[in-house]
Structures are given as structure tokens and as C-alpha cells.
Nanobody, 122 residues
Framework: VQLVESGGGSVQAGGSLRLSCTAS???????MGWFRQGPGKEREGVAA????????YITDSVKGRFTISRDNNKNTVYLQMNDLKPEDSAMYYC??????????????????WGQGTQVTVS
């Protein structure tokens, strides 16, 4: 499975971006997530969505500002980011897991990763 992200860029604080992640195959994944990694920081889970049931998880630092959604017909997951702050600046990665995971924001439980898309907020 290949994951291709798009939608990153540079915005001013308070602005919005929507990231997209499209999977190359329709192979079922149990969960898809967005992660980010800033310079000198560990990769952290931002948001995740389960394939079955569509349950979502959002990390506390972006709750109320970020939303994750998916379009199963297009094999695409979206991350809508509103009211962006400078501390949101990072490389954002899309990931998919084919395992049954109970901690959807833990990066170690994902077995497919995209190449990343840069988000810079000034």
C-alpha cells in the first residue's frame, strides 16, 4: 500500500489547510492516522479514524481546531486544520494500520507511511 499526502504549505497564524492522503489500493486498513514531527521532536499522533464505525481520535492540543474524515470510495483520508498556530508547524505524515489497534495515536502501531507534507505556520 502506498500513501500519498498532499495539501501542505505555508500559512499565517489563524489560517487553514486541508491535508489529503490517498491510498494506492483499496486494501482494507483498520485505522488511518495523521502524525507530525517537528525539528528535534518525536513523531506524535494528531488524529486517527477507524475504518469500521468511523470512530475518530484527536490529540488534545488540536481538539476543536482539527478534524479528520475519510472518503472510502476515494480511499482518501483528510485532515482539516483550522486556526493554525506556529506550534503546528511540522512535517505531517499519513499512516495506515492493518493491525487491530487500541491506541490509534501511537505511531509504532502503523505499518504503512506516506512521504510527508510540510506545514509551516508563521
Amino acid at each position: 500500500v502506498q500513501l500519498v499526502e498532499s495539501g501542505g504549505g505555508s500559512v499565517q497564524a489563524g489560517g487553514s489547510l486541508r491535508l489529503s492522503c490517498t491510498a494506492s489500493r483499496s486494501r482494507s486498513s483498520s485505522c488511518m492516522g495523521w502524525f507530525r514531527q517537528g525539528p528535534g521532536k518525536e513523531r506524535e499522533g494528531v488524529a486517527a479514524i477507524y475504518t469500521l464505525g468511523g470512530g475518530t481520535y484527536i490529540t488534545d492540543s488540536v481538539k476543536g481546531r482539527f478534524t479528520i474524515s475519510r472518503d472510502n470510495n476515494k480511499n482518501t483520508v483528510y485532515l482539516q486544520m483550522n486556526d493554525l498556530k506556529p506550534e503546528d508547524s511540522a512535517m505531517y505524515y499519513c499512516a495506515a494500520s492493518t493491525y487491530r489497534i487500541v491506541r490509534p495515536l501511537a505511531p509504532g502501531l502503523y505499518n504503512y507511511w506516506g512521504q510527508g507534507t510540510q506545514v509551516t505556520v508563521s
